[in-house]
C-alpha cells in the first residue's frame, strides 16, 4: 500500500545493483547531461545541521543534489535545486516527478534511483558525485547515515520525531538550510501555511471536529493514521482533531491496523478514506463492506475517499503537493459536511486554471483533471443521467443528442418541457450544432462527442465506462461535476427513505426476473445492471440464472450483463415475479416496429407456458424506464414493485424540479 515503513520496500531495479559498468553509464549520463547547478544561494557557508544523528556541516553551496528521501525532490524544487537523481516511491519508475512539480522541474528528467525501504545502493551514489545528501524523509538508520556521509555531507530528519514523521514545514526549511536558502523555505512555507489559514477561516465548522483518516488493504481490512503522519496532520493543520484513544492506540507509530470488531474506532465526525489505489477492489469494495455501512459517519454521508491525483499529492505532503492536494480535497470536506464555503483564491489559483474556473478530477473522471467552469451555465448535457442532473439542478441547458430529443418525452415526460427550444446535436454530436450553441461546460460518455474536437469548443467532462449501470454511481459523479452535492444527497436520503417503505410494505421475499425485449431481441438484465441495482437494494431476490455477475456470467453465457434468450430458453426468465420492459421512442414508424415486436412476445406460446406467465404474475411496465439509470428512473422502477409487488405506493414523494 505504500504507506508504512516497512512497506517502503518494493520493488528494486536490477540495473541499480553494485556492478562497475553502471556507475560508467552512470558517468556517461552524468557528462552527456552536465552538472545540475543551484541557484546561487542566499545564507553564508558554511551552515551547519543538527540532525537525529548528529550535526552535517555544509562548507559552500550545493552543486550536485542527491536526494535519497522519497518525497525531497519537492522541496528541492521549490527552492529552483533540481537534483541530479531523486528516489522512487511509487507511480511511473521512469519519471519521480509528479504533476503538482511539472512547473517547477521545467522539463528536467533527475536520475530515478529505484531503492526499496532499507536497500540503498551505495555504489550507485558514489558514482553521481552529489556534495549533498538529502535524506529528511528516507528512515534511515545510524548505519545507512554513517556510510552516506562518507560519500559526501548527508542531511536527515530531527531526532524530536519518529521516522517519517517530520512535519513538512521543518522538512522545507531544513533542506533550504542546507542549501543556503532559508529565508526563500520560509517564504515557500508561509504561503501554503497561508492557505491552509485561509480555508480554516473560510470553514470554521471545520474546528474540533473528529477525524479518522483511514487506509485500507481490502474489504475487511483497516486502519488509521494519527497527526504524526503527513495524511493525518493535513486534516489537522485544517481544524480537524485525530482523536485521543487513536493515538493512544497508535503509541509510538504514526498508524495502527484495527480488527473489524473494532471498526467503531473509526466512527467519527468525518471518516477519510485515503490510499484507495493500494486498496483491494478500490473504493467500491470498501464503501461495500457490510461493517463499513453500519458506521453512523458512512450512513449520513459523513465521508470521503480522496480520489486518486489529489491521494498522490496528500501521500507526498509536500511544499508543492500540498497546495494541489488543498484544492482538490477541500471542496470534498465542504461537501461530506454540508460547508457552503468556497477555497480560497490562493488555492483556487494553484489549480492553474483560469478566474472562474476550477481543476476538476474524480475517481470517476475518464482522463486526466482538467478545468471547468466553477457555476456552468449554459451545459450541452448528451447523456441521460447528466441531463437529468442539469435539469434536477436548475442549471442552463442549451443542447442534448438527438435521441434524449425523442426518448425523454416517453421515459420522463416531467422533463420534456426542458428540452423545448434547446439545440438537437444529434448523434455523433453535430460540431456546427455544438459550437452555434456555445455551451461553457459539455458533459457526455465515450462515443457522443469527438473528444479532442469537443475541448475546442468547451471543456467535456466523460465518466469511466461502467458507472452508467449504478444511478447513484453517475449521479454522484454528476453532482460533483456540477457542484450540487448537497442535491445529489437528498437524491439519496430520498430513495433510500423509499427503498424502507417498500421492505417494510413487502410480504415474502419473492425471486425477481427481469427481462428486456424488442424487435433486437429478448435479454435478460442481470444483478450488475442499472435495473438490478434498485432490486437488489429493495431486498428482492433473483433467479440463479439471472444472480451471475462479471467473470461467472462470462464463463456461463460468454457475456455479461445482458444475456440473450431465444424462444427455448425461455425457461431461464421464469420466476415468482417476472418484469418486461421494452423500447421507448416517439418516432412513429419505430414505435410501430416495436409495439409489433412486442405483440409477438406476449403472445408466443412458449413465453405463456412459464410458471410466473401461467400464475398471472407477469408485469409488462416502461416503456423502457427499467433501465434506470437515473434517479428519476430508479424510483420509477420502485413505483412499479411498489404496484406490482405490495399493491400500495410509497408515501414518501420523489424530488422534481419544482423540489
Known sequence: MLIHKEQLNMRCCPGLQPQSVRLLILFVIWMMVGTVTAQEASDAFPVIIEHKF?????????????????????????????????????????????????????????????????NLNYEAILGLEPDLIVAVYSGITQEEYDALSQIAPTIAQSGEYIDFGIPWQEATQVIGTALGKSEEAAGAVERVESLFAGAREQNPEFAGKSVAVVYSYGAGSYGFYTAQDPRGRFFADLGFVVPDDLVEIAGENFYADISTERLDLIDRDLIVFVGMQFAEGGREAIINDPLIQRLRAVQEGRVIFTSEAYDDALQFSSVLSLEYALAGILPELQAALGSGATTTASVQESSQCEPGFRLFDHEYLAGDPLCIPENPQRILALELSALESVLLADKGLVGTANWLHDEVPVLLPELAPALEGVADTGYLANLEVALQANPDLILAVDGDIDLDAGNQIAPVVMPKAGIEHNWKLSMEFWSAVLGTQDLYADMLANYEARIAEFKEALTGQPEVSIIGTSSYGTYMWL?????????????????????????????????????????????????????????????????????????????????????????????????????????????KVLDDLFANLTDSRADTPVLNLTD
Open 54 to 118: 548528529g550535526s552535517t556541516t555544509i562548507t559552500q553551496a550545493p552543486e550536485r543534489v542527491v536526494s535519497i528521501g522519497f518525497t525531497e525532490q519537492d522541496p528541492l524544487l521549490a527552492l529552483d535545486v533540481v537534483p541530479v537523481a531523486v528516489r522512487y516511491w511509487y507511480g511511473d519508475e521512469s519519471d519521480a516527478i509528479f504533476p503538482w512539480a511539472d512547473d517547477e522541474a521545467n522539463g528536467a528528467q533527475p536520475i530515478v534511483l529505484n531503492m526499496p525501504f532499507g
Open 527 to 635: 444483478e450488475d445492471t442499472a435495473p438490478g441495482v434498485v432490486v437488489a437494494d429493495a431486498g428482492l431476490l433473483r433467479p440463479e440464472s439471472q444472480s451471475l455477475i462479471g467473470e461467472a456470467a462470462v464463463e456461463r453465457y460468454g457475456e455479461q450483463r445482458w444475456i440473450q434468450i431465444s424462444e427455448e430458453r425461455f425457461d431461464l426468465a421464469d420466476a415468482d415475479d417476472i418484469f418486461v420492459f421494452t423500447y421507448a421512442t416517439t418516432d412513429p414508424e419505430i414505435l410501430e416496429t416495436e409495439n409489433t415486436a412486442m405483440e409477438a412476445f406476449r403472445t408466443n406460446p412458449v413465453w405463456n407456458s412459464l410458471a410466473a406467465v401461467e400464475a398471472g404474475h407477469v408485469y409488462y411496465v416502461g416503456p423502457y424506464w427499467w433501465r434506470a439509470q437515473t434517479y428519476l428512473l430508479a424510483n
